[in-house]
């Protein structure tokens, strides 16, 4: 089984960064693609940046993704925080699993880390 754990998250100042790490667990299985959801108080969950199993580094405006290779985590880099940037960041990982010799898809969230901004 592959399990998705989000971290880092906490308050923050208004104008300073923040990095959450999002570690994939398990065994037998290869990343397809990461990405980064938010979801802001009272609002629907949004996608706010990702990168393929391949990639190593993808920067969408304030937003950096990067992996961790020795930590087998992808991190979420985001700078010049607003308190609009306020919410619950999700890491989503879509890959394949081995099961006995069969390629199974699989689509995994994690369970979220909460930032808030002040002004």
């Known amino acids: 089984q592959v399990q998705v754990a989000e971290s880092g998250g906490g308050l923050v100042q208004a104008g300073g960064s923040l990095r959450l790490s999002c570690t994939a667990s398990g065994s037998s299985f290869s990343v397809d693609h990461t990405d980064w959801y938010r979801q802001p108080p009272g609002k629907q969950r949004e996608w706010v940046a990702g990168m393929p199993g391949s990639g190593v580094t993808s920067v969408t405006g304030r937003f950096t993704v990067s992996r961790d290779k020795a930590k087998n985590a992808v991190n979420l880099e985001i700078d010049s925080l607003k308190p609009e940037d306020t919410g619950v960041y999700y890491c989503?990982?879509?890959?394949?699993?081995?099961?006995?010799?069969?390629?199974?898809?699989?689509?995994?969230w994690g369970q979220g880390t909460l930032v808030t901004v002040s002004s």
């Open positions: 989503n990982i879509r890959g394949l699993r081995n099961i006995r010799g069969t390629l199974i898809q699989f689509d995994i």
